[in-house]
């Protein structure tokens, strides 16, 4: 099995920029497709960002389009997500996901393993 450790979250004023990191261990993540989704209080879990096992194919929610970019280092058994522009209603937990595909899936659902997640907070 494979266990995800999410990091990088924190308090950052809107415009700013933060950068999560996805800590893998157990099996290599080369063999997994992952995915970035967040969950605001009293919403429910939405997409974000999803990467294939080589990392050259990438798809974002259209929220996050041309802010967040998503990346991954099989070789180090890690996955990024870079955001930037960040916004109040960017405000969420962010939970790193890995499913048995070439791809990560739009849906959260159809993930094997997921993070514990890590906060990010952005103040207007």
């Known amino acids: 099995q494979v266990r995800l450790v999410e990091s990088g979250g924190g308090l950052v004023q809107a415009g700013g920029s933060l950068r999560l990191s996805c800590t893998a261990s157990?099996?290599?993540?080369?063999?997994?497709?992952l995915g970035w989704f967040r969950q605001a209080a009293g919403k429910e879990r939405e997409f974000v960002s999803a990467?294939?096992?080589?990392?050259?194919?990438?798809r974002y929610a259209d929220s996050v389009k041309g802010r967040f970019t998503i990346s991954r280092d099989n070789a180090n058994n890690m996955a990024y997500l870079q955001m930037n522009s960040l916004e109040p209603e960017d405000t969420a937990v962010y939970y790193c996901?890995?499913?048995?595909?070439?791809?990560?899936?739009?849906?959260?659902?159809?993930?094997?393993?997921w993070g514990q997640g890590t906060q990010v907070t952005v103040s207007s």
């Open positions: 990467i294939s096992l080589s990392g050259g194919n990438t």
């Open positions: 996901a890995g499913m048995e595909a070439a791809w990560g899936s739009l849906d959260w659902r159809s993930y094997n393993f």
């Open positions: 157990g099996r290599t993540l080369s063999r997994y497709g």
